[in-house]
């Protein structure tokens, strides 16, 4: 049910926004009585940031399988991040749209947990980063924390126009993102 | 007037969110009635669209300037783009974050001339990146559409984190952006 409860959410609050969405509507939605949501939730915005939660957390758990492998290069893991940031958004479109949107609604110690992973997630990403700027894969002469931010910027931004019925599938649109970041758009 | 009512506007939907704030609590920031606020919009939703379209189309024109500047190539238009669009969020970062935030909130009618104008800045920054890669500056193996959208990706995403007392100045951070998105951030 807690699942339930959840998935119904995330569509009237994709659909109507946050604040517009009552939890008797979530539960109009489901024909069950509100009983049943304060047995979950302790209330809306709490829910809201389980949701939030459990969006983060995914995402740092794929970040965290891809950042072990000791097998691929720095380079290799900076392509399957974007990748799996884009494939996320195309999977999870609803909760990527209502995270950026609706994360003003959280009170100031839910946000503060929100915030931390991710911190945590773009940390990670420059530890990587820096890491390939030691080992000589990439450049050392930029700001690894304006790199970390140029390639989530560009791979998050697209929850604005990523469609999965357009011309290129994620794979493609993550791997013409990698080349721009890592090779350039100049000709050489 | 208007001008008031839409800076006292802007201050509130930041702080409480374009749903939270009714005409009143904007008439009562200024002292004034509810008459002056419907001599100007005919609605909260009307004002809200007012500022999108105010805040887009400032870009527009400065984004038009840059580009019938002849005395400059592709890649400093590029770099004058980017720059325009972090100062801009620089310097007029509420309304930026209203306008990603609180677009939902428009009605059909209003949501589309925004979306207009959203789309022709696109194009017109897709139309100068098609130019790059005939005349030689760019490199012609990538979609022009992605390269557009990674571009503006990192710039706009700057409004998640670009801070104005920060370390770098927005100069400073789109130097380096666009020496990763021209050059990459690969060691040659």
Do not use: C
């Amino acid at each position: 049910m807690k699942e339930k409860i959840m998935a119904a959410s995330i569509a009237l609050f994709e659909q109507k926004g946050f604040s517009e969405t009552s939890i008797q509507d979530i539960m109009d939605m489901l024909g069950v009585t509100k009983g049943t949501f304060y047995y979950y939730f302790k209330s809306k915005e709490e829910l809201l940031m389980d949701i939030h939660l459990r969006y983060i957390e995914g995402l740092l758990e794929k970040q965290k399988n891809i950042m072990e492998d000791a097998a691929k290069t720095v380079k290799e893991k900076v392509f399957e991040i974007v990748y799996m940031l884009i494939h996320s958004i195309e999977k999870q479109g609803r909760q990527a749209r209502i995270f950026f949107r609706e994360m003003k609604h959280l009170n100031a110690e839910h946000l503060k947990k929100i915030v931390e992973k991710r911190d945590l997630f773009r940390y990670n990403l420059q530890s990587l980063i820096e890491e390939g700027m030691r080992n000589g894969e990439l450049r050392d002469d930029l700001p690894p924390s304006i790199a970390t931010l140029t390639v989530l910027g560009a791979a998050n931004w697209s929850y604005q126009w990523f469609r999965p019925d357009g011309e290129l599938s994620d794979f493609e649109v993550a791997e013409h993102m990698v080349a721009i970041l890592l090779e350039g758009m100049e000709k050489k």
